[in-house]
């Protein structure tokens, strides 16, 4: 029988039920407002009283309104029909909801359920199989997607028949397997999952050892981040953290895309519905809504369910990795988690930490993180969640809990700075501060070797230094004046100029310059390089300006020219003439 | 007001400056009630132990005052008869006029699902060229003036809302001072189009806590409009700051633990709910919200602006300019983020590279600026880039300006001729040939 209960207290989203039997730490319950069931979550629980967060508006709440408790935590429905869906932050279904309105207490069904899927079979009768083990595979648009034993499966299990190639709804019995103790248990294509919980079914998670290519020069040649890995993007309001994460859901060499939309703009996410189903993904011509999912929990929809979307997000992404496959995380952004979090703990009148938030926000925050990464599965194959959060910090200050936590959590640090935003220089990522860790691995600076060139990696950190070299000049320059720095300062400065210009600087919104493979950038940086080592004769800053801006242009119009077109050639021997002359 | 239903209570067991609390049955959530008279709301159940907030203060509630339930959350009758009358926080006649009748619908009601709605893709034209050339708005935006006090962000938000192409115009006045609510309501009768006005407002000497009402009533009726009416509908919402100070006065008296700046640590969320009210509805209606948000000494770091420019889809800054003497849209610090759906869509086709064209050059006039305040050698073109700037300053940038974006274009192209050669301005060389105005000699 369920535990129920009754509604003694009321804060905002707070409820506080005073209940019969047993209630569990995250156990969802139904609050039943006349007639409507709200979902709520347990987050508290003292005495007979557990304190629940709604998931929806709690206005016209009353003391003494019942309660059902579920037995079970919030949970989401894995299965074929995932891919391309818009979800709110609790997996409804938000296309097939009929009103303009979202209505209070309407839950959709995230799969379709009469839909037939042609299904083949991957095991054979009397496998040994465990959990996330593949059974067969359904088509989902162009993915196989695999049907597996679900993951709540313990032990081992013999497969004791299995349905045979053709056409089967999400809810049919598609195998039924034996467990040790001789039980048989019925497999569907649907199987259901907490969100809080980690799925852990792979043999070993390896250090990440492949990079993730996002065709963004900023971020593939200077601080790359690698398959499995974690990145965060901080930056005030107005940088261009949006479009920095919308070119890299366009671009990113990723098999599927969850882009979890969280505390932020409703019309954000219309642009993505609006576009991508028309944009192609430059890796394999399909449309890129055929990779994408969207879990979208805008500012204005309930708080609680916020915190939630990015784990629904989260499991979902784990659920294909399941399946073999490279899926990439976007989350945009977990500074409104962070706050719904925070509002919480303050309606519980928990002591707060720095800024209000509460005092274990770091270990939220990195245990989220840490659920990203490279897995070996059964069968030897990988599958990998690569996750990027973006973080908006109050009034643009690093040195705020979130900005300071996620840094303790993720590897690759994209700093997007006002400053360079000012001056439009896009993508603002700042190129000093910014980081990837991911170079120092070994695995990775091998992996690069082999894949891009020998000394690539003490190429880019050369590079780099060039660039550090050129910013504090600038600075001198300033103070003193053009004439009071002897030319070399100013040679100095220009190299710096070129490499901001030429290879971190990438205009998201040209048709050509957006993407850039990795065999292009390398050529850029050849280029550049030759550049810089190029001993020019200058007698005065002028000249040294004028020649510099001349290089630039000319290596600038190669970024926006087709790849190894006559006109791309065109322009790499005018570059050629340029140094030829000088 | 009196049902048969109500139930009365006359115990008080708590008050503070602006809530009470008493011991009654069976209230719901977000209910309406009378403390002596005055208008209240449920904010917190705890037992049988109800917390209301008393909108408009409690001075001189004894604890054996009468509290009346009204078994509903706080409303507002909707119909076409809401145009051009004027109304309190509560939704009540303040224009002498009669009681509102129509549909009687929740305030801060639910949000539109996402996936419902459309992008948006309707230019609204103010006639100020900061706005229109620059900064160009989009009918389902939400946009702040980023002002300090002393400028005058409620004329100009007058002038737009005059001036802008829309179906019904409604006013949230929010701390409202007597003065600015006088000019709003003579500007309104002067311009003639009182009929497709709506006004909700709160005075500085109406108590502030009254003040969280008044932008969810003003959506509650855009809603009605855009939703109902498949109108366009613009919401203007002045003062926002004072009513981020609101809510901070709520929630410190209701004991919550401040986070930044002494706001609540709800206040993203709480302004999120306003703000994404602006919609493109599918079915051609749709909401546009202009809003104030008055700054201490131009310091947009502080919680207020700061949270509103992560919710808002870009900012106006004005600004007073010393060389033109006049009030400027400021071009750098100004920003639509939706501009690029109309900007030669609905406007001519030189309309991005124009803006960004004179933009650039204002900017090299600021950097001849501070070469000259550096005590550096001016160059022949630092010197055009300086004319250049006070001419555009004053025929464009100038909040008095008031002109069509045809006309804007053809005056930044005059501008262009006067003071640079085609080369300078690095447009594309078509357009240059097109619109290059020939020589007057």
Same mark, same amino acid.
């Not at chain 1, 932020?264 to 642009?271: D, K, L, P, T």
């Not at chain 1, 690093?398 to 993720?410: C, D, F, N, Q, R």
């Not at chain 2, 706005?131 to 300090?148: E, H, M, R």
């Not at chain 2, 920003?335 to 933009?359: C, F, I, P, W, Y």
């Given at each position: 029988?369920?535990?129920?209960?009754?509604?003694?207290?009321?804060?905002?989203?707070?409820?506080?039920?005073?209940?019969?039997?047993?209630?569990?730490?995250?156990?969802?319950?139904?609050?039943?407002?006349?007639?409507?069931?709200?979902?709520?979550?347990?987050?508290?629980?003292?005495?007979?009283?557990?304190?629940?967060?709604?998931?929806?508006?709690?206005?016209?709440?009353?003391?003494?309104?019942?309660?059902?408790?579920?037995?079970?935590?919030?949970?989401?429905?894995?299965?074929?029909?995932?891919?391309?869906?818009?979800?709110?932050?609790?997996?409804?279904?938000?296309?097939?909801?009929?009103?303009?309105?979202?209505?209070?207490?309407?839950?959709?069904?995230?799969?379709?359920?009469?839909?037939?899927?042609?299904?083949?079979?991957?095991?054979?009768?009397?496998?040994?199989?465990?959990?996330?083990?593949?059974?067969?595979?359904?088509?989902?648009?162009?993915?196989?997607?695999?049907?597996?034993?679900?993951?709540?499966?313990?032990?081992?299990?013999?497969?004791?028949?299995?349905?045979?190639?053709?056409?089967?709804?999400?809810?049919?019995?598609?195998?039924?397997?034996?467990?040790?103790?001789?039980?048989?248990?019925?497999?569907?294509?649907?199987?259901?999952?907490?969100?809080?919980?980690?799925?852990?079914?792979?043999?070993?998670?390896?250090?990440?050892?492949?990079?993730?290519?996002?065709?963004?020069?900023?971020?593939?040649?200077?601080?790359?981040?690698?398959?499995?890995?974690?990145?965060?993007?901080?930056?005030?309001?107005?940088?261009?953290?949006?479009?920095?994460?919308?070119?890299?859901?366009?671009?990113?060499?990723?098999?599927?895309?969850?882009?979890?939309?969280?505390?932020?703009?409703?019309?954000?996410?219309?642009?993505?519905?609006?576009?991508?189903?028309?944009?192609?993904?430059?890796?394999?011509?399909?449309?890129?809504?055929?990779?994408?999912?969207?879990?979208?929990?805008?500012?204005?929809?309930?708080?609680?369910?916020?915190?939630?979307?990015?784990?629904?997000?989260?499991?979902?992404?784990?659920?294909?990795?399941?399946?073999?496959?490279?899926?990439?995380?976007?989350?945009?952004?977990?500074?409104?988690?962070?706050?719904?979090?925070?509002?919480?703990?303050?309606?519980?009148?928990?002591?707060?930490?720095?800024?209000?938030?509460?005092?274990?926000?770091?270990?939220?925050?990195?245990?989220?993180?840490?659920?990203?990464?490279?897995?070996?599965?059964?069968?030897?194959?990988?599958?990998?969640?690569?996750?990027?959060?973006?973080?908006?910090?109050?009034?643009?200050?690093?040195?705020?809990?979130?900005?300071?936590?996620?840094?303790?959590?993720?590897?690759?640090?994209?700093?997007?700075?006002?400053?360079?935003?000012?001056?439009?220089?896009?993508?603002?990522?700042?190129?000093?501060?910014?980081?990837?860790?991911?170079?120092?691995?070994?695995?990775?600076?091998?992996?690069?070797?082999?894949?891009?060139?020998?000394?690539?990696?003490?190429?880019?950190?050369?590079?780099?230094?060039?660039?550090?070299?050129?910013?504090?000049?600038?600075?001198?320059?300033?103070?003193?004046?053009?004439?009071?720095?002897?030319?070399?300062?100013?040679?100095?400065?220009?190299?710096?100029?070129?490499?901001?210009?030429?290879?971190?600087?990438?205009?998201?919104?040209?048709?050509?310059?957006?993407?850039?493979?990795?065999?292009?950038?390398?050529?850029?940086?050849?280029?550049?390089?030759?550049?810089?080592?190029?001993?020019?004769?200058?007698?005065?800053?002028?000249?040294?300006?004028?020649?510099?801006?001349?290089?630039?242009?000319?290596?600038?119009?190669?970024?926006?020219?087709?790849?190894?077109?006559?006109?791309?050639?065109?322009?790499?021997?005018?570059?050629?003439?340029?140094?030829?002359?000088? | 007001?009196?049902?048969?239903?109500?139930?009365?209570?006359?115990?008080?067991?708590?008050?503070?400056?602006?809530?009470?609390?008493?011991?009654?049955?069976?209230?719901?959530?977000?209910?309406?009630?009378?403390?002596?008279?005055?208008?209240?709301?449920?904010?917190?159940?705890?037992?049988?132990?109800?917390?209301?907030?008393?909108?408009?203060?409690?001075?001189?509630?004894?604890?054996?005052?009468?509290?009346?339930?009204?078994?509903?959350?706080?409303?507002?009758?909707?119909?076409?008869?809401?145009?051009?009358?004027?109304?309190?926080?509560?939704?009540?006649?303040?224009?002498?006029?009669?009681?509102?009748?129509?549909?009687?619908?929740?305030?801060?009601?639910?949000?539109?699902?996402?996936?419902?709605?459309?992008?948006?893709?309707?230019?609204?034209?103010?006639?100020?060229?900061?706005?229109?050339?620059?900064?160009?708005?989009?009918?389902?935006?939400?946009?702040?003036?980023?002002?300090?006090?002393?400028?005058?962000?409620?004329?100009?938000?007058?002038?737009?809302?005059?001036?802008?192409?829309?179906?019904?115009?409604?006013?949230?006045?929010?701390?409202?001072?007597?003065?600015?609510?006088?000019?709003?309501?003579?500007?309104?009768?002067?311009?003639?189009?009182?009929?497709?006005?709506?006004?909700?407002?709160?005075?500085?000497?109406?108590?502030?806590?009254?003040?969280?009402?008044?932008?969810?009533?003003?959506?509650?009726?855009?809603?009605?409009?855009?939703?109902?009416?498949?109108?366009?509908?613009?919401?203007?919402?002045?003062?926002?700051?004072?009513?981020?100070?609101?809510?901070?006065?709520?929630?410190?008296?209701?004991?919550?633990?401040?986070?930044?700046?002494?706001?609540?640590?709800?206040?993203?969320?709480?302004?999120?709910?306003?703000?994404?009210?602006?919609?493109?509805?599918?079915?051609?209606?749709?909401?546009?919200?202009?809003?104030?948000?008055?700054?201490? @000494?131009?310091? !947009? =770091?502080?919680?207020?602006?700061? +949270? %509103?420019?992560?919710?808002?889809?870009?900012?106006? #800054?004005?600004? &007073?300019?010393?060389?033109?003497?006049?009030?400027?849209?400021?071009?750098?610090?100004?920003?639509?983020?939706?501009?690029?759906?109309?900007?030669?869509?609905?406007?001519?086709?030189?309309?991005?590279?124009?803006?960004?064209?004179?933009?650039?050059?204002?900017?090299?006039?600021?950097?001849?600026?501070?070469?000259?305040?550096?005590?550096?050698?001016?160059?022949?073109?630092?010197?055009?880039?300086?004319?250049?700037?006070?001419?555009?300053?004053?025929?464009?940038?100038?909040? @008095?300006?008031? !002109? =069509?974006?045809?006309?804007?274009? +053809? %005056?930044?192209?005059?501008?262009?001729?006067?003071? #640079?050669?085609? &080369?300078?301005?690095?447009?594309?060389?078509?357009?240059?040939?097109?619109?290059?105005?020939?020589?007057?000699?």
């Amino acid at each position: 029988m369920k535990t129920t209960g009754i509604v003694t207290g009321i804060v905002s989203n707070l409820v506080t039920v005073r209940f019969d039997g047993h209630v569990a730490e995250n156990e969802i319950c139904y609050i039943n407002l006349n007639g409507v069931k709200l979902m709520a979550e347990v987050i508290k629980v003292n005495g007979k009283n557990a304190f629940v967060q709604v998931f929806e508006s709690t206005r016209g709440l009353k003391q003494g309104d019942t309660v059902e408790f579920e037995a079970h935590m919030l949970e989401v429905i894995l299965g074929p029909g995932l891919l391309s869906s818009c979800y709110d932050g609790l997996q409804n279904n938000l296309t097939t909801m009929s009103d303009v309105f979202l209505k209070r207490g309407e839950y959709t069904d995230p799969l379709d359920r009469e839909k037939l899927w042609d299904f083949t079979p991957i095991a054979k009768v009397g496998d040994k199989v465990m959990s996330a083990d593949w059974l067969g595979e359904v088509k989902e648009g162009w993915l196989p997607h695999k049907i597996m034993v679900p993951f709540s499966f313990e032990g081992t299990y013999t497969v004791k028949s299995l349905v045979e190639a053709g056409q089967y709804k999400v809810d049919d019995t598609i195998a039924v397997v034996t467990d040790e103790k001789g039980e048989d248990h019925k497999v569907t294509m649907v199987q259901k999952w907490p969100v809080k919980v980690a799925i852990g079914s792979y043999v070993e998670k390896p250090r990440p050892f492949k990079i993730m290519s996002t065709g963004l020069r900023t971020i593939d040649t200077f601080n790359p981040i690698a398959e499995g890995g974690t990145g965060f993007i901080p930056g005030p309001f107005g940088c261009g953290k949006t479009v920095l994460q919308h070119a890299i859901a366009k671009q990113a060499d990723a098999d599927v895309i969850l882009m979890a939309a969280c505390g932020e703009r409703a019309n954000e996410v219309v642009e993505i519905f609006t576009e991508f189903p028309e944009l192609v993904d430059p890796h394999t011509g399909r449309k890129l809504m055929e990779r994408t999912t969207i879990i979208c929990n805008t500012s204005n929809m309930p708080v609680a369910a916020r915190e939630a979307s990015v784990y629904t997000a989260m499991t979902i992404c784990e659920y294909y990795r399941a399946m073999g496959l490279k899926v990439l995380l976007l989350a945009d952004s977990t500074s409104r988690w962070a706050q719904a979090l925070r509002e919480m703990s303050n309606r519980m009148e928990e002591l707060p930490g720095a800024d209000a938030f509460p005092v274990d926000l770091s270990s939220i925050i990195s245990s989220f993180y840490a659920r990203a990464g490279i897995v070996r599965l059964r069968n030897g194959k990988t599958g990998s969640v690569t996750f990027i959060g973006t973080v908006s910090p109050a009034g643009g200050n690093l040195k705020e809990p979130v900005t300071e936590s996620t840094k303790k959590a993720a590897r690759c640090f994209y700093a997007l700075e006002q400053n360079r935003a000012d001056q439009k220089r896009y993508p603002a990522v700042n190129p000093i501060d910014s980081y990837s860790k991911y170079l120092d691995y070994p695995e990775i600076v091998d992996y690069l070797k082999e894949t891009v060139e020998k000394d690539w990696v003490d190429k880019v950190l050369y590079i780099k230094n060039l660039l550090r070299r050129g910013k504090e000049v600038a600075e001198q320059i300033n103070i003193l004046g053009d004439d009071g720095v002897p030319v070399s300062y100013h040679e100095q400065f220009w190299k710096s100029e070129l490499i901001d210009f030429v290879l971190f600087q990438q205009d998201a919104f040209d048709a050509i310059d957006a993407l850039c493979p990795m065999d292009r950038q390398q050529l850029m940086l050849e280029l550049v390089l030759e550049v810089c080592a190029h001993k020019f004769e200058f007698d005065t800053f002028e000249e040294c300006r004028d020649k510099y801006k001349e290089i630039i242009n000319v290596l600038r119009q190669m970024n926006f020219s087709e790849y190894k077109s006559d006109k791309f050639y065109q322009y790499q021997n005018e570059l050629k003439t340029i140094l030829a002359n000088d | 007001m009196t049902k048969a239903f109500q139930r009365i209570y006359t115990q008080l067991e708590a008050i503070t400056k602006a809530t009470v609390a008493l011991r009654a049955q069976g209230v719901s959530n977000d209910e309406l009630a009378t403390v002596a008279g005055r208008l209240a709301q449920v904010v917190k159940i705890k037992g049988d132990l109800v917390t209301l907030q008393v909108f408009s203060g409690t001075e001189g509630i004894p604890t054996n005052a009468d509290v009346l339930f009204f078994g509903e959350a706080p409303s507002l009758n909707v119909s076409d008869e809401l145009s051009g009358r004027f109304f309190n926080a509560y939704g009540r006649p303040i224009d002498g006029g009669p009681e509102v009748e129509g549909d009687h619908r929740a305030i801060g009601g639910p949000s539109v699902n996402p996936y419902k709605r459309r992008q948006p893709s309707q230019l609204i034209p103010t006639g100020i060229a900061g706005i229109d050339l620059n900064n160009t708005l989009v009918s389902g935006q939400k946009i702040p003036f980023f002002a300090d006090p002393d400028q005058p962000y409620n004329q100009v938000m007058a002038q737009v809302a005059l001036r802008a192409d829309v179906d019904k115009i409604i006013l949230g006045g929010m701390g409202l001072s007597n003065d600015d609510y006088l000019y709003f309501r003579h500007e309104f009768e002067n311009a003639g189009v009182l009929n497709k006005i709506i006004s909700f407002v709160n005075t500085t000497d109406q108590p502030p806590v009254e003040r969280l009402l008044i932008p969810e009533m003003a959506l509650a009726a855009a809603e009605y409009f855009a939703v109902d009416k498949n109108e366009k509908v613009l919401v203007l919402l002045t003062d926002m700051t004072l009513y981020a100070d609101a809510l901070s006065i709520v929630s410190n008296r209701m004991d919550q633990i401040p986070s930044k700046d002494s706001m609540p640590g709800s206040l993203y969320s709480d302004l999120a709910k306003i703000y994404e009210k602006a919609v493109q509805l599918p079915d051609g209606g749709s909401i546009t919200i202009i809003a104030v948000t008055t700054l201490n @000494d131009g310091d !947009i =770091t502080h919680a207020i602006p700061d +949270n %509103t420019g992560y919710i808002t889809e870009g900012q106006l #800054f004005l600004r &007073a300019d010393t060389d033109s003497g006049k009030v400027i849209i400021d071009p750098f610090r100004s920003l639509s983020r939706l501009k690029q759906l109309v900007q030669g869509k609905q406007t001519r086709e030189d309309h991005s590279q124009v803006m960004n064209a004179s933009v650039r050059l204002y900017a090299d006039a600021q950097n001849a600026k501070t070469k000259l305040e550096n005590g550096f050698d001016l160059s022949d073109y630092d010197n055009r880039c300086l004319a250049y700037a006070k001419q555009y300053a004053i025929r464009l940038l100038s909040i @008095d300006v008031n !002109i =069509t974006i045809e006309e804007m274009l +053809n %005056t930044a192209w005059e501008l262009f001729a006067e003071f #640079f050669t085609q &080369a300078e301005t690095g447009i594309k060389q078509s357009l240059i040939d097109k619109y290059w105005p020939a020589k007057a000699e």
